[in-house]
């Protein structure tokens, strides 16, 4: 184990909201030059608004997304997505262009929210909650452990 990786994993466990973030922050599965490693996509049922979410972030390009089932768990929605950018401007681009491609698929024009600080853009489609962090944010927030309920665990690209 490398350097990076044992500070990644002693700042992790005893994370102190109040520092700023650092490199050992970011998750342990990106490489030392910060790029995710290649990984299959989640699919969603073929013509569905979950299949079209995760279709368009494969297309931005977004990284480590993750889908979690929460129908029987929440009345919120039927499916909630985490997905990160590599920066603000790729955070409010992939918001944006999914917003467009809902609208343009027939479904109710989603409401967007977050998009004028980028770190952290909420896009609700209705029957899909989708989140977008920069690594950084997402890393602090950890929805997918709080989502998870400890039952199953989340789907993610690396399981798929």
Do not use: C
Not at 9 to 26: H, L, Y
Not at 106 to 119: K, M
Not at 135 to 157: Q, T
């Amino acid at each position: 184990m490398n350097s990076m990786q044992t500070l990644s994993k002693q700042t992790s466990s005893a994370r102190n909201p109040s520092q700023p973030f650092t490199m050992a922050d970011i998750s342990e599965n990106q490489t030392p030059h910060g790029d995710m490693p290649k990984q299959e996509p989640i699919k969603g049922e073929p013509g569905s608004l979950h299949a079209l979410v995760l279709e368009s972030l494969d297309e931005d390009q977004a990284q480590d997304i993750v889908s979690i089932e929460l129908i029987g768990k929440s009345s919120i929605a039927d499916y909630m997505v985490v997905a990160s950018g590599r920066s603000t401007r790729q955070v409010a681009s992939m918001a944006a262009k999914m917003a467009e491609r809902v609208k343009k698929a027939g479904y109710d024009s989603p409401r967007v929210e977050g998009l004028p600080a980028a770190d952290w853009v909420l896009v609700d489609t209705g029957d899909v909650v989708v989140h977008l962090f920069r690594p950084e944010v997402r890393h602090f927030y950890n929805l997918e452990r709080m989502w998870g309920f400890g039952d199953d665990a989340p789907v993610s690209k690396a399981e798929a």
